[in-house]
């Protein structure tokens, strides 16, 4: 077992996680900032919808 390809597979592994992490937390911040600006459950909806459609958009 070579283990430099070990060890390099776990940093890549745990800095994936991170960056999810890091993801998921600005999703929920920008949600939460949207909510606070509009007082609107609707405009979160509208929001977050636009963001997970903007994914799927072709490059």
Known sequence: M?????RNAQLIITARLISDFGAFLNMVALATYV???????????????SRVAGGFSPV
């Open 2 to 6: 070579n283990i430099p390809s070990t």
């Open 35 to 49: 909510y606070v600006l509009s007082n609107s459950a609707m405009s979160v909806a509208i929001f977050l919808a």
